[in-house]
């Protein structure tokens, strides 16, 4: 595969169908760039938090716009992966907090914050070998990407994974509220007028409702063999 220059995989999906462990797996086992696009988003978010302009359940959308032009997010590789940072800070582990889960999915929705997100992620998949993982990468971000997967599983396997995530974390909450936030932001993410979650027509569809994550990785090396002509399995090395 070396000689192939810039490679962008584009994955897209459902929340919470392991998309981000899956593209980050990936770009270990295959040398890409991993990019986190939901993490810009929610780095979006915790901005507008932290500044009081999202509190009690509103976003206040002129304050949100004052903030975001100075916003520094920039990724970092960090330990074999990728890191999002405001500034100096690593804002990774905030960001996958409940209450930017909250409202992340209607701050995703103005169409300014889209565009905002798009320029620095442009910038950030200039060069190379980039899979970027999120919900419009091979539809409105990268329509000419390499490669395009879409992934999905069943809501409540989604659910189940994503509660005892949380659990693990210390987090306090429960199996139906985190179900009912995967399908309130599923039903966002579809039905927004800008840059809506769509299957791009010519995606590759993982379900992995009942795959392990090895065997999701064994499925790519046959897309990227079937594609790039990749004969050598990189010999897996997990
Ligand atoms: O992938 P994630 O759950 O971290 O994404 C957080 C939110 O960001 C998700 O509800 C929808 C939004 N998002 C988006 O609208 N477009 C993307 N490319 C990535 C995420």
């Excluded at 998949?125 to 919900?135: L, S």
Aim: glycine share 10%.
């Amino acid at each position: 595969m070396s000689s192939i220059p810039n490679i962008i995989i584009a994955v897209d999906g459902f929340s919470s169908t392991g998309k981000s462990t899956f593209a980050k797996l990936v770009a270990k086992e295959f040398g890409f760039l991993y990019l986190d696009s939901g993490a810009m988003y929610r780095g979006v978010t915790l901005a507008g938090l932290e500044a009081g302009v999202i509190a009690n359940g509103v976003i206040d959308e002129e304050g949100l716009k004052g903030i975001i032009g100075p916003l520094d997010l920039h990724f970092r590789r960090d330990d074999g992966t990728t890191k999002l940072y405001w500034g100096e800070r690593c804002i990774e582990a905030e960001i996958r907090g409940w209450e930017v889960s909250q409202y992340v999915s209607p701050v995703s929705a103005f169409p300014w914050v889209r565009n905002f997100v798009d320029n620095l992620l442009h910038a950030f998949a200039r060069d190379g070998w980039v899979i970027m993982d999120g919900r419009d990468i091979g539809t409105t971000v990268f329509p000419q990407a390499e490669l395009k997967i879409f992934m999905t599983a069943d809501a409540t396997v989604r659910a189940q994974r994503r509660y005892d995530e949380l659990v693990a974390k210390g987090e306090q909450t429960t199996l139906e509220a985190v179900l009912e936030n995967l399908q309130d932001r599923d039903y966002r993410d579809s039905h927004r007028p800008t840059s809506p979650l769509r299957q791009a027509p010519d995606a590759y569809v993982l379900d992995n409702t009942h795959m392990t994550l090895h065997e999701e990785v064994v499925w790519m090396l046959g897309l990227l063999q079937g594609k790039f002509g990749l004969l050598e399995s990189p010999g897996l090395s997990w």
